[in-house]
């Protein structure tokens, strides 16, 4: 894959993202007034994001075709995880499946040990550590919550960003 890149990247006003702050909102119940951040949004491939301070807080990326209605979906990157400590759309995972999960692997349904009981199949979640609760990765759910309970095989999320990719160590 090809490295990404940010490209448009431009300072706005809060009242130009009030709508994707509303949105985490009333979706994920994020509350964060942003009144002393300097805000900006850029593309990063076929993300488009929001930082705060030059740390990419928010990401807005359509679903895949595969997983339902092709929508824009406005979540939290892992660094605006742990900016907000969010405790919704969420499924924890065992020690074995994290060093994978650290070099972009999907994660199989035999590492997830607990997760949020309201996810459903093509949700965007946030895989967390097992043992700490901090954010490793985050990926498409390709199964619901409680088949992603039960199942000892096959692929339980598509991996699109974890600690150390390059939205990760994007530079300020």
């Known amino acids: 894959m090809a490295k990404r890149r940010m490209r448009k990247r431009k300072p706005v006003r809060l009242k130009v993202v009030r709508r994707i702050l509303d ?3 009333e979706n994920l119940g994020i509350e964060d007034d942003f009144s002393d951040v300097f805000l ?6 076929e ?7 030059r740390v990419p807080l928010v990401m807005t990326i359509n679903r ?7 929508v824009a979906v406005t979540f939290p990157t892992l660094r605006g995880l742990l900016r907000w400590n969010l405790e919704v759309r969420w499924c ?18 035999a590492g997830v040990q607990m997760v949020d009981p ?18 490793i990765a985050m990926g498409w759910a390709l199964i619901d919550a409680e088949e992603m309970n ?6 339980a999320l598509r991996t699109i960003h974890w600690i150390g990719d390059d939205l990760w160590e994007i530079e300020s």
């Open 23 to 25: 949105s985490l909102n």
């Open 118 to 135: 309201n996810i459903e199949r093509g949700d965007l979640i946030w895989i967390r550590d097992e043992e700490h609760g901090k954010p």
């Open 150 to 155: 039960t199942a000892t095989k096959g692929k």
């Open 92 to 109: 924890a995972v065992d020690r074995g499946a994290i060093p994978f999960l650290m070099n972009g692997a999907d994660c199989m349904a």
């Open 64 to 70: 895949p075709e595969d997983l339902g209605d092709v």
């Open 47 to 53: 993300l488009n994001l929001l930082l705060g301070d």
């Open 40 to 45: 900006e949004i850029a593309e990063f491939g």
